[in-house]
């Protein structure tokens, strides 16, 4: 069953398209991962697809509740709040009872430690848990890559391999990601290069193996150009030097353009008011601005994701 469904949908910033039709359908227990460069939208792309920043064009539809994880910016910690007091929040948000924070899994946080002290690792356990509370049927979560060293990488994959494990389906960004973790992989475009905005969605086996982008127009090769009896280089005079040689009147001259030949046409510049021309991305791309929309935020003044 689909929990996620994406059609031609794009998220632009000012002049520039962060994402531009992006066909996805992401099934119950799948784990899809959203990868690019530095500035190429990684963060908005996973906020569209959760439904926490307005789309520019297309639209989402979900199957199931979609929960934010922690997304730096979007939803961080309270400095002063301890790992219980969190918990102890989002339930009292969701309706439940406050006293139900002693039972909840802390996937080994401590339950004193306070906001401003987690690690970057520990922020993402504790969006986990913080997610969990909703009985979700789909989390994201950004930059499961950023801070981590090995061994607090895979254990945080292997969280979210229990979350799969149970039919949720996770939504991850990274720069890079081991194709034997994720089912496909939404592969955005480098903001530096041309066509900003296009994405390419990959099956972990072609991610594995660097499948070329298949809407890449091929490279265009010269033919080999068959000299004519008139371009064939005319022979030596002897004894004449060649400044002094007699020329008739209709014979070809260097300088004159042969008519055989192409016109070269001089290739046109981008203007500066031109709204075709590539935009830089800046580095609030991935920081999870708002893309000509605003991202809907939860509870204590804005900190939280709308669940």
């Keep these: ?3 996620l469904s994406a059609t031609a949908a794009g998220v632009r910033h000012h002049r520039r398209w962060l994402v531009r039709d992006l066909d996805l359908v992401v099934e119950a227990g799948e784990t899809v991962a959203v990868v690019g460069p530095p500035g190429s939208g990684r963060t908005s792309a996973v906020l569209a697809l959760a ?3 307005r789309l520019s064009q297309g639209k989402i539809d979900h199957c199931g509740t979609a ?3 922690h997304v ?3 939803n961080d910690p309270e400095p ?3 790992v219980h007091e969190h918990v102890k929040e989002r339930l009292a948000l969701l309706g439940r009872p406050q006293r139900e924070a002693g039972s909840v899994p802390l996937h080994g946080l401590d339950p004193e430690l306070r906001g401003r ?7 993402q356990v504790l969006g986990l848990v913080l997610a969990g509370l909703s009985s979700p049927a789909l989390v994201a979560l950004d930059g499961v890559d950023a801070g981590l060293d090995g061994r607090e990488r895979a254990e945080l994959w292997g969280l979210l391999g229990e979350l799969t494990a149970a039919g949720v389906a996770v939504l991850v960004t990274a720069r890079e990601v081991d194709p034997a973790r994720v089912d496909r992989v939404v592969r955005l475009n480098d903001p530096q290069g041309g066509d900003a905005g296009r994405v390419v969605v990959l099956t972990a086996a072609e991610y594995a193996v660097g499948e070329p982008d298949a809407s890449a127009e091929p490279a265009a090769t010269e033919e080999p150009i068959a000299l004519t009896a008139t371009d064939q280089p005319a022979p030596e005079t002897a004894d004449v030097p060649a400044a002094d040689a007699e020329q008739p009147d209709d ?4 300088d004159a353009p042969h008519e055989d030949a192409a016109p070269v046409v001089p290739e046109e510049e981008p203007q500066a008011g031109d709204a075709d021309a590539p935009v830089e991305a800046g580095p609030a791309a991935d920081a999870g601005e708002s893309a000509e929309g605003r991202v809907e935020s939860g509870h204590d003044g804005g900190k939280r994701a709308e669940q």
């Design 67 to 69: 929960v934010l994880g």
């Design 251 to 254: 014979a070809p001259h260097d």
């Design 51 to 53: 439904r926490r920043l």
């Design 80 to 82: 002063v709040f301890t």
């Design 117 to 123: 002290d987690l690690t970057p690792y520990q922020r």
């Design 72 to 74: 730096a910016g979007v």
């Design 1 to 3: 069953m689909s929990v």
